[in-house]
């Protein structure tokens, strides 16, 4: 426990370096969620690390190694939020259509189908498996055989398609 905490008093700073790195400052919501991971990160990396962190000559070895695996354990984090935040959505998205009248619903429909008629096969797959499915960008990247950037590109189409809904 003494080793844990003259740890964290001689390395704290290299948390809030990264956390600043990845744009999480104190007064953000999540920074003490973040902070954290952070220091039970940076006991692994003690625990991990191959020299003694401890000891002076070994300081930027592990400041070094220990800002890597902070960094990656906020990227995982930052990904897994976001994630679920997207799934979060399309859920509420699915229960506001069940909550809305019949003739909503209809109308809804009419205007989906129109949207449908003017999507290439793969436009539609992409519908079916990011609303359907549930899978996001990587996701179908993966199902589909094809790179991210091309996924993100049949979301453009369906976007540029999509622009009647805004004009009416």
Not at 47 to 74: I, P, S
Not at 139 to 161: C, D, F, N, P, Y
Request: neutral net charge; glycine residues 6%; hydrophobic residues 40%.
């Amino acid at each position: 426990m003494e080793k844990l905490t003259a740890l964290l008093e001689q390395y704290e700073g290299v948390i809030y370096n990264e956390l600043k790195k990845m744009g999480i400052y104190k007064k953000s919501q999540d920074f003490d969620d973040y902070y954290q991971l952070g220091c039970i990160k940076l006991f692994d990396a003690f625990k991990t690390c191959e020299v003694d962190a401890l000891k002076e000559e070994h300081r930027y070895q592990f400041v070094k190694y220990a800002g890597q695996r902070l960094r990656w354990a906020f990227l995982d984090q930052k990904r897994r939020d976001r994630n679920l935040l997207d799934h979060e959505d399309q859920e509420d998205d699915f229960q506001m259509l069940l909550t809305q009248p019949f003739e909503e619903n209809v109308a809804f429909m009419d205007v989906f189908m129109a949207l449908m008629n003017q999507l290439t096969l793969k436009e539609k797959s992409f519908i079916q498996d990011r609303f359907i499915g549930g899978l996001n960008m990587s996701e179908i990247a993966t199902k589909r055989g094809v790179s991210r950037k091309t996924v993100h590109m049949w979301r453009k189409g369906i976007q540029e398609k999509a622009q009647f809904l805004k004009n009416g």
